[in-house]
């Protein structure tokens, strides 16, 4: 069974060297209701055996065994561990992953904040993180490359991919989270437009993570979906807030090294 999901070619691209990703969708899974149908989010309150057999299929459309597929704790940090073996039941707490071991993946949950998937196929090494807006503004994407580099890859051969996340349309925000953004940097402010809102403001949040990929010296790109625009595809955070709705599954985006 192929899952659907979403592909960015320059990853695609690696497929030949035993690098395989998805930006799998909320499709082809087997929770209901809410949660409908793949939903791999251990911390929501779907049935957690259908949630588990939702990741095992995802574990097994990358050609992994579902005890291989790695995951975090996810809490919106800059924080990054390196994967030398099987995690089990175990997430430690961090929000990106870096390794150099065959047959392992690397899965991220999202429910509108950035999956960002990274390989370096020369060197045989891949990454995964999870970017929300805290985890892009603190370096979460900046300290999963050089946990990469750690483990031999090289900086100008890393290929960075951003899959699908809320879209700047969708995605209003209050000042004091602008003042976050500026007061690190007053370049910053390119990424908020004006909202119809007052005092409010619409943050390109996918932008900001692409430019600092970009100025991080990777290779970066982006698959451009909006979570929040497309239900049939994506769960959304800020869609289910909006409409009070009691809980919201999460898409994994994973990569794996055959």
Known sequence: MTLPSVKSNPLEALSTSGIRHGFYTRQGGL???IYDSLNTGLG??????????????IAADLGVKATHLAGCYQVHSADVISVSAPMGAERPEADGMATNQRGIALGVLTADC????????????????????????????????EAMIALGAKRGNICAVLGPCIGQNNYEVGPEFKTRFVDQAEAFNIYFSASAKPEHYMFDMQTFI????KAAGVSASKTGECTYDDEERFFSYRRTTHRNEPDYGRQMSAIALI
């Open 44 to 57: 929501s309150k779907d049935d957690p055996e259908l949630v588990m057999q939702n990741r095992e299929r």
């Open 31 to 33: 929770s209901s209701g």
């Open 114 to 145: 950035g999956p960002i998937l990274f390989a370096d196929e020369s060197a045989q090494v891949i990454g995964a993180c999870h970017a929300g807006w805290k985890g892009a503004l603190t370096g979460v994407a900046e300290n999963t490359i």
């Open 210 to 213: 692409l430019d600092r990929l």
